[in-house]
């Protein structure tokens, strides 16, 4: 007999080339290492196209950036984000310090690629991160990277003490009002006159605030064009330099790792170098100037007369924000004046505690407390050191005798505010527009009799056969009362017929009937101006439902078929053979 042998077609595997890409940085801005950015990007762009088991992924380069950070570093973090969306197998670099300084930084990034299978070349040292003995040497070789970092840091600032002890600034800063000219600065007659002006405000009383302001009513902005604001006002009034002299040292880097900088506030020496530039301010008005400053500081927002400040201003403290409550008034509904927590003021701010203290009950507080009748603002200031809000609608004053009282104070700013007068106001615009608030002719003229409310116009949440809104009348009084809701279109229907129109006329309903009253489910009874009253039986319609199309009725048939699975019908036979086992014979329901 003949053997026969079948033989498999064999399907040829098709290795996929690796996706590499290559990492390039350089530190600082010099022709040499422009050139040296330059030379990495050709040299890893020919590398990895000549290798033919690799497919070019892109060079990612940094320049003039710090390797002790990765947060800065924009083509780095790309790098990362396409390496997690499966666009790179390999990353080349030329060292450990090229691809980051910081210890930390290194072994979390290398780390995270690891744990994704992103393989990291370093060539200098030739390491890749996926060998059993790469985060090791990785550890020892990132330390001695970063204390290279960390040497090279305190070279740069020992170079740069040493030309502050020979009265040199450290490169050619921005100041407004001067330009520099070589190594001199030289005063711009156009912001100096701006620079006068801003002290010169300040000395005669004008607040940082009020400066501002008046810069933006005549157009006068910054060098680059932007608004002035506070804070770059009170940076001119603080500047010594202003005044031909140099403070040098005056900010400092916390640590070459996080390159924070920090105000130098006595932790390293500072230097004073006098008569270096010509002076735009002499020294005694610049003097006077701090002190001034130093005194309204004293003083808080009682300094700033555009404040509109009381004996309250200061006093009461959050103690969740640790920011002191601030006056408001509010007249767009009645007049409502109150005092908030200041977080609120700032841009995403928010306060734990909320609520806000209306300022009516405040004095009543204040009063109750001092055992006076009436609130006396010099009595307060003399035995009230400040006011704590630990809760909502809660007061703690602190006495200057030490003692301490907790007291409430609700806030009725609004029914205070809701006086007869704003009652009316607010009644005829609601008559006069008929969108707002959803009132029309009959609003307040439909009273139920059983709990003395008025009915209110309301949108049902059901739609009627042609799809449109419905709008219902609804007692306001939503427990207890046996009343039903009373539909428009229906309601108008029966309205003109008592006044035997056509057609619901507002006209003819303004002028005839005074109000209805609605005594039951059923009962209805209409009160005519001339003293006629006309009673009419309710009846409440039938829902009429919208008919169901073929296709529904379909797609209702063909979920209920897939609702009984085998599952569920197992499940209900097995319930079916327990009740029949619990009932006996009698397991079928009485009708």
């Given at each position: 007999m003949r053997k026969i042998e079948k033989i498999e077609p064999i399907i040829p595997q098709i290795v996929r080339k690796k996706r590499v890409a290559a990492y390039a940085r350089v530190s600082m801005?010099?022709?040499?290492?422009?050139?040296?950015?330059?030379?990495?990007?050709?040299?890893?762009?020919?590398?990895?196209?000549?290798?033919?088991?690799?497919?070019?992924?892109?060079?990612?380069?940094?320049?003039?950036?710090?390797?002790?950070?990765?947060?800065?570093?924009?083509?780095?973090?790309?790098?990362?984000?396409?390496?997690?969306?499966?666009?790179?197998?390999?990353i080349l670099t030329k060292s450990i310090s090229r691809f980051a300084r910081n210890t930390v930084d290194l072994l979390t990034t290398v780390r995270r690629l690891k744990g994704i299978g992103v393989e990291v070349r370093f060539e200098k040292e030739n390491i890749n991160s996926l060998s059993s003995s790469g985060e090791i040497l990785l550890s020892v070789l990132a330390s001695f990277a970063q204390e290279e970092s960390v040497n090279i840091s305190n070279n740069v600032k020992w170079r740069i003490k040493k030309q502050?002890?020979?009265?040199?600034?450290?490169?050619?800063?921005?100041?407004?009002?001067?330009?520099?000219?070589?190594?001199?600065?030289?005063?711009?007659?156009?912001?100096?006159?701006?620079?006068?002006?801003?002290?010169?405000?300040?000395?005669?009383?004008?607040?940082?605030?009020?400066?501002?302001?008046?810069?933006?009513?005549?157009g006068i902005?910054?060098?680059d064009g932007y608004r002035w604001v506070d804070s770059n006002i009170k940076l001119i009034l603080t500047n010594v330099n202003y005044t031909g002299n140099m403070l040098l040292q005056k900010e400092y880097i916390?640590?070459?790792?996080?390159?924070?900088?920090?105000?130098?506030?006595?932790?390293?020496?500072?230097?004073?170098?006098e008569n270096t530039h010509e002076p735009i301010i002499d020294k005694a008005t610049f003097d006077y100037v701090q002190e001034e400053i130093a005194r309204r500081r004293e003083l808080g927002p009682f300094a700033n007369k555009s404040l509109n400040t009381s004996c309250f201003t200061g006093k009461i403290k959050c103690p969740s924000c640790h920011i002191s409550y601030m006056h408001n008034l509010r007249r767009d509904k009645g007049f409502q004046e109150f005092w908030n927590c200041g977080s609120n003021?700032?841009?995403?701010?928010?306060?734990?505690?909320?609520?806000?203290?209306?300022?009516?009950?405040?004095?009543?507080?204040?009063?109750?407390?001092?055992?006076?009748?009436?609130?006396?603002?010099?009595?307060?200031?003399?035995?009230?050191?400040?006011?704590?809000?630990?809760?909502?609608?809660?007061?703690?004053?602190?006495?200057?005798?030490?003692?301490?009282i907790t007291k409430d104070c609700p806030n009725t700013g609004h029914q205070d505010c809701?006086?007869?007068?704003?009652?009316?106001?607010?009644?005829a615009k609601r008559k006069q527009n008929p969108t707002c608030r959803k009132s029309s002719v009959m609003t307040g003229r439909i009273k139920c009799v059983h709990c003395g409310c008025n009915f209110r116009n309301q949108i049902s949440k059901t739609s009627g056969a042609?799809?449109?809104?419905?709008?219902?009348w609804r007692c306001a009084e939503h427990n207890g009362c046996n009343t039903v809701g009373l539909r428009d279109d229906l309601l108008r229907n029966m309205v003109a017929d008592v006044l035997e129109i056509t057609e619901f006329d507002e006209a003819m309903f303004n002028e005839q009937i005074d109000h209805i009253d609605v005594l039951s489910a059923s009962e209805i009874v209409f009160c005519l101006k001339d003293g006629r009253t006309v009673s009419r039986t309710w009846e409440k319609p039938k829902r009429v439902g919208k008919p169901w199309t073929e296709e529904q009725r379909a797609k209702f048939k063909e979920s209920i078929k897939a609702s009984y699975t085998p599952e569920r019908r197992k499940a209900m036979s097995e319930q079916m053979k327990q009740i029949r086992k619990e009932r006996g014979t009698s397991w079928r329901k009485k009708r």
């Open positions: 801005e010099t022709d040499r290492l422009n050139h040296s950015l330059s030379a990495q990007i050709s040299y890893y762009s020919e590398l990895i196209q000549k290798n033919p088991e690799w497919e070019y992924a892109g060079v990612y380069a940094d320049s003039f950036i710090s390797g002790t950070s990765i947060d800065k570093r924009a083509e780095f973090q790309r790098m990362i984000a396409d390496c997690e969306s499966g666009n790179i197998d390999i502050f002890e020979q009265g040199i600034p450290n490169g050619h800063f921005r100041i407004y009002g001067y330009r520099w000219e070589g190594d001199e600065l030289v005063i711009v007659p156009e912001e100096a006159a701006i620079v006068k002006r801003i002290f010169q405000n300040f000395l005669d009383g004008k607040s940082r605030l009020e400066t501002e302001r008046e810069f933006a009513a005549e902005t910054t060098r916390e640590s070459p790792l996080t390159h924070k900088r920090k105000k130098n506030r006595g932790e390293l020496a500072q230097y004073w170098v003021k700032k841009k995403g701010g928010h306060c734990d505690i909320g609520g806000t203290i209306n300022h009516k009950n405040l004095k009543k507080a204040c009063a109750e407390i001092m055992e006076l009748d009436e609130f006396d603002e010099t009595a307060f200031l003399a035995s009230v050191d400040f006011i704590n809000v630990p809760q909502k609608y809660v007061l703690e004053f602190h006495m200057k005798d030490g003692r301490i809701w006086t007869a007068e704003y009652r009316a106001i607010t009644s042609d799809g449109t809104k419905r709008h219902h």
